[in-house]
């Protein structure tokens, strides 16, 4: 199973790519992680916040490959424990389905995407740091798959 996550936003801090590369690399082929940066819209002084994130769904779209299973991170989503985590990790491998990660800009994602989505996953209730969430869902995926292996990463 390949996981493609989607993401607005590029340009990264180093600390942020290092963190998500740290994890992404610790998963097998089996669960290979792979990043989509879409570039976010236009939000300078004046901009159409709308226009924004209806363009940069409109790309997230275009981005998900064909016959993928598709989930938008979205703070009103389901919280799942990462035992429950790695439950649908399990279903989704055994399903021969790749799957989407939909990781929307500040405002969240565009209707579009969310309608797109067969599931909504919180992450938390809090609102988080933008680029944090590609590390915590990076850390978590792969926590996810190390729990379904009884590796040692996984220690509850």
Request: charged share 20%; with cysteine; glycine share 8%.
């Amino acid at each position: 199973m390949h996981i493609h996550l989607i993401c607005i936003g590029t340009k990264m801090p180093r600390w942020v790519q290092e963190g998500y590369r740290e994890y992404a690399k610790r998963l097998p082929a089996e669960c290979a992680l792979r990043l989509v940066e879409i570039a976010p819209g236009h939000r300078g002084k004046g901009a159409d916040l709308r226009r924004a994130m209806q363009d940069e769904g409109e790309r997230m779209l275009k981005a998900i490959p064909n016959n993928c299973r598709v989930i938008a991170l979205d703070i009103p989503g389901k919280a799942w424990s990462t035992e429950q985590l790695a439950s649908h990790m399990d279903g989704w491998m055994n399903s021969g389905q790749d799957l989407v990660l939909l990781v929307g800009g500040p405002e969240g994602l565009a209707p579009g995407c969310l309608e797109r989505a067969g599931q909504r996953w919180s992450l938390s209730p809090l609102t988080l740091p933008h680029p944090l969430v590609r590390v915590v869902l990076a850390e978590q995926i792969y926590r996810a798959w190390s729990l379904l292996r009884n590796h040692p990463y996984h220690r509850a």
